[in-house]
Nanobody
């Protein structure tokens, strides 16, 4: 079983920054990808950013110049650095791990961008 624990969400003003963290534990093989998704009220869950085991990254167009995903393989942890936050970034952010064809999800962390 794989467990994902997210942290770092909160309330921030427009233009501000936040850093999300997600620590994975359990039966994880060394080759796996990790990602951040988000879901705003009344909307479908969408991919924000993804990072492969080799460090290749992929971003949604809406965050490409503002967010940075990174990982620390020694700690089985993925980070999402979010800058220049906008009200439309408000959502619950979920950590995702894909390992041996199985998807695992964290419990979600709320990010609210508001003045």
């Amino acid at each position: 079983q794989v467990r994902l624990v997210e942290s770092g969400g909160g309330l921030v003003q427009p233009g501000g920054s936040l850093r999300l963290s997600c620590a994975a534990s359990g039966s994880i093989f060394s080759i796996y990808s990790m990602a951040w998704y988000r879901q705003a009220p009344g909307k479908q869950r969408e991919l924000v950013a993804r990072i492969s085991s080799g460090g290749i990254t992929d971003y949604a167009d809406s965050v490409k110049t503002r967010f940075t995903i990174s990982r620390d393989n020694a700690k089985n942890t993925v980070y999402l650095e979010m800058n220049s936050l906008k009200p439309e970034d408000t959502a619950v952010y979920y950590c995702n791990l894909l390992n041996l064809g199985l998807n695992y999800w964290g419990q979600g962390t709320q990010v609210t961008v508001s003045s």
